[in-house]
């Protein structure tokens, strides 16, 4: 059954950090590409980074210089690191892959809140 299962989500101070994780348990073949979305409430599901299986990288402009998306190949977990955070990022964040065979899994998102 194929899984991605995102952790380190929680309550964290603007200016301060969070680093979330993605397993998918190695249960999705061929994967290529990985990464984040973001979905405020009232507010559209947004890209926020992603990482194809070569290693180039693909943020959005309200992130870049603050956000780093990584991944493990091996394990088939990608993960984000968070720096500088703004009440405005605050949202679910969800993990992404995609197939060469062009499908989409999606995990059921950890929870951002960036509040003082």
């Known amino acids: 059954q194929v899984q991605l299962v995102e952790s380190g989500g929680g309550l964290v101070q603007p200016g301060g950090s969070l680093r979330l994780s993605c397993d998918t348990s190695?249960?999705?073949?061929?994967?290529?590409?990985m990464g984040w979305y973001r979905q405020a409430p009232g507010k559209q599901r947004e890209l926020v980074a992603t990482i194809t299986s070569r290693g180039s990288t693909n943020y959005a402009d309200s992130v870049k210089g603050r956000f780093t998306i990584s991944r493990d190949a091996a394990k088939n977990m990608v993960y984000l690191q968070m720096n500088s955070l703004k009440p405005e990022d605050t949202a679910i964040y969800l993990c992404?892959?995609?197939?060469?065979?062009?499908?989409?899994?999606w995990g059921q998102g950890t929870q951002v809140t960036v509040s003082s």
């Open positions: 992404y892959a995609r197939t060469l065979y062009g499908l989409d899994y």
């Open positions: 190695r249960t999705i073949f061929g994967v290529d590409t």
